[in-house]
């Protein structure tokens, strides 16, 4: 077969995995978003008006506490529910790639 005739042919596996970085980037982002506003909106008041939740200041446990409680929550349901479950991570051959692109056509099955 000459290179002509030879069509490239990108690994369907790519948009998947684009998805799912993009997924893990804006998570993160939310969650600095969401620290930065709790760290500093809440604990930009005077000590003297700080109230206080289970010992730590608000902000503090807004920002440190609560969302790490909130966002290793939501990193499990995105892994669970939004990622790939049975990737192969091996090369694949054209007919391969073309059978796994049909069977992941519209979403994860």
Same mark, same amino acid.
Request: glycine share 8%.
């Given at each position: 077969?000459?290179?002509?005739?030879?069509?490239? *042919?990108?690994?369907?596996?790519?948009?998947?995995?684009?998805?799912?970085? *993009?997924?893990?980037?804006?998570?993160g982002?939310?969650?600095? #978003? =969401? =620290?930065?506003?709790?760290?500093?909106?809440?604990?930009?008041?005077?000590?003297?008006?700080?109230?206080y939740?289970?010992?730590?200041?608000?902000w503090?446990?807004?920002?440190? #506490?609560?969302? #790490?409680?909130?966002? #290793?929550?939501?990193?499990?349901?995105?892994?669970?529910?939004?990622?790939?479950?049975? *990737?192969?991570?091996?090369? *694949?051959? /054209? /007919?391969?790639?073309?059978e796994?692109?049909?069977?992941?056509?519209?979403?994860r099955?």
């Open positions: 077969m000459s290179k002509e005739n030879k069509k490239f *042919m990108e690994d369907p596996r790519y948009k998947q995995c684009n998805k799912e970085a *993009m997924y893990g980037i804006i998570l982002i939310i969650n600095m #978003v =969401w =620290w930065y506003a709790f760290g500093y909106g809440l604990g930009s008041k005077p000590v003297e008006e700080y109230t939740i289970l010992g730590f200041p608000a503090f446990f807004y920002s440190c #506490v609560l969302s #790490v409680v909130i966002f #290793v929550g939501a990193t499990f349901f995105m892994v669970n529910k939004l990622f790939e479950e049975d *990737m192969p991570l091996e090369r *694949m051959t /054209e /007919e391969e790639a073309l796994y692109e049909r069977k992941h056509k519209g979403g099955k």
